[in-house]
């Protein structure tokens, strides 16, 4: 136990300065001194409540998601029972009533019907319904969506948003955002530093959902400007008005790609008028459906539709077959650079609207970290006083490591990037207290061995070595009741949990392991006959 060599003293100073020194620059920071510009400058960032920043709750419409999966219902049976050598003939397939409904021209084939539309269906998680009723009279099939394939669809809709939310702000630049799902169809996004919220919304506000649609040619102007569509088809709007003009233009509801297969967008310039606009890359079964969608429709216009607004209309002058394309419509270099971050961020599976919205200042933030900041500074004076009047050598090696314990704490948090928070402030505070019941222990166990007449050698082994059980032991349910709290938490409980951790960590290594090597350099050096405890 008190056998440290040269290679492993080593060691440990080595990582005790590694974490004592990547500290330095939120130290410097704190105190407003200039950290050198050639140096790393890992710093601990602060959350929402330290830092102030704006705070937004966005809802989603839980019927753009029933809606959405009536269409791609419409869009599979289509493609299962009208295409392919085994084809079935149907008529005008029906979405009305919140239900999938259509006639087989053939009704003795309604079995057959069954088969190829039952693999459309799946089971809805573990409630032991399927995603669709399935339901055949005569020659009449009707799908109808259940309330549990709806619940499972709204779910995976909003996991996939918090991702695609995330994606956003991280491109944004911003640090240590926090995003989570509250309730059924709500997520909150707080993004510390952030002052105004307005570029966040923009941001945010956009679906960025990319469609490319065959334009329905034989559409009768009178028609659309009345708003009136031929089945199958659909009216969607300019972009711009004032320049492709008012009259929205008719495009064919199916059939076409939807921009959920890009692999790239990146913004870039027109070689020929120097226009800014934005390049889209396919993954390979993207890129082949719209290859076979530009090669059976060379000298037709498709629409480029992106949040329900037609940004260009171009003929298909040739396939397109590398999978690669350009999107241009009166862009902006700024708004190039936007759309490029949301297409390859992906699009929101559903739209979200901002219900509520608040923007936090750093005053509370500053006088929690001053509070803070003197508690901590007066709670760690008296417990280092206490340790050297109760301890006397013993007490100064605990207060050499509770204060690189603070130090390595904080080196730790800004080599990973964490977010200091108030109750992460507390848990900093409460993994001192640890660190020195750890001390307490071995020092108390250290005074009954000698009290039982061991040696001086022999006394402080054994109570570095029963005490250490003990403390292990207690840090472990710790260290579980952190990791159950970083996992079911969210916002300033996971802070809570990540500081915790990472002191109970460096506390155990401060109080048992660095102390343990003094103690040992010491007695070898002094080869004392008794000890003050």
């Not at 001194?33 to 400058?41: G, I, N, S, T, V």
């Not at 919140?98 to 089971?123: H, N, W």
Request: charged fraction near 20%; charge should be neutral; include cysteine.
């Amino acid at each position: 136990m008190l056998d440290f060599p040269s290679w492993r003293q080593a060691w440990l100073w080595f990582i005790t300065l590694a974490c004592a020194i990547a500290a330095l620059p939120s130290l410097f920071a704190v105190a407003n001194l200039p950290w050198p510009a050639m140096l790393p400058d890992p710093k601990v960032n602060l959350g929402l409540d330290l830092a102030g920043g704006s705070h937004l709750l966005l809802e989603a419409e839980v019927e753009e998601v029933r809606k959405l999966r009536l269409e791609q219902m419409e869009d599979s049976v289509r493609q299962r029972l009208t295409r392919g050598e085994n084809k079935i003939e149907i008529g005008d397939i029906s979405t009305k009533d919140g239900k999938v409904s259509f006639m087989l021209i053939d009704p003795s084939k309604a079995d057959f019907a069954r088969e190829q539309l039952q693999t459309l269906t799946t089971g809805a998680g573990l409630s032991g319904q399927r995603d669709w009723d399935l339901a055949i009279n005569g020659g009449l099939i009707e799908l109808t969506p259940t309330e549990a394939g709806l619940n499972q669809s709204v779910d995976q809709a909003m996991g996939a948003a918090v991702e695609v939310v995330r994606k956003r702000i991280d491109k944004m630049g911003t640090r240590e955002p926090t995003i989570i799902r509250q309730g059924k169809n709500r997520i909150v996004v707080q993004v510390p530093g952030l002052s105004d919220p307005k570029a966040l919304k923009d941001q945010l506000g956009q679906t960025a959902k990319l469609e490319f649609k065959l334009v329905d040619t034989n559409a009768s102007p009178t028609d659309r400007a009345q708003g009136i569509a031929a089945p199958g088809t659909q009216l969607v709007p300019y972009a711009s008005p004032e320049k492709d003009g008012i009259i929205p233009l008719a495009v064919f509801r199916l059939g076409g790609i939807v921009g959920d297969q890009l692999v790239s967008a990146t913004p870039g310039n027109d070689p020929k008028t120097n226009e800014p606009l934005v390049e889209i890359a396919f993954n390979q079964q993207g890129g082949a459906k719209f290859a076979k969608l530009t090669s059976e429709n060379v000298n037709k216009p498709f629409a480029i539709i992106l949040d329900g607004r037609v940004i260009s209309a171009p003929n298909i002058s040739e396939p397109i077959l590398g999978g690669q394309a350009r999107i241009s419509g009166s862009f902006s270099a700024e708004s190039a650079a936007q759309l490029a971050i949301n297409l390859a961020s992906g699009a929101l599976p559903v739209d979200l609207k901002v219900i509520e919205e608040r923007t936090v200042g750093p005053d509370l933030g500053a006088d929690s970290v001053k509070s803070g900041a003197i508690a901590m500074g007066v709670g760690t004076m008296a417990l280092m006083l206490f340790m050297l009047i109760t301890y006397g050598r013993f007490g100064v090696y605990t207060c050499l490591a509770l204060i690189i314990n603070a130090l390595m704490i904080l080196g730790v948090m800004a080599g990973i990037g964490g977010t200091l928070t108030l109750p992460g402030i507390a848990g900093f505070v409460l993994t001192i207290g640890a660190a020195v019941d750890a001390n307490v222990l071995i020092n108390e166990r250290i005074r009954e061995e000698r009290a039982r007449g061991r040696k001086v050698f022999q006394a402080v082994e054994v109570g570095y070595k029963e005490a250490s059980r003990a403390i292990f032991d207690a840090n472990i349910t710790n260290v579980i009741a952190a990791v159950l709290m970083f996992y079911f938490g969210s916002g300033p409980v996971k802070g809570f949990a990540v500081v915790l951790a990472i002191g109970i960590a460096t506390s155990v290594f401060t109080a048992v392991t660095l102390t343990r090597m003094w103690v040992a350099g010491w007695l070898r050096r002094a080869r004392p006959a008794e000890l003050v405890l």
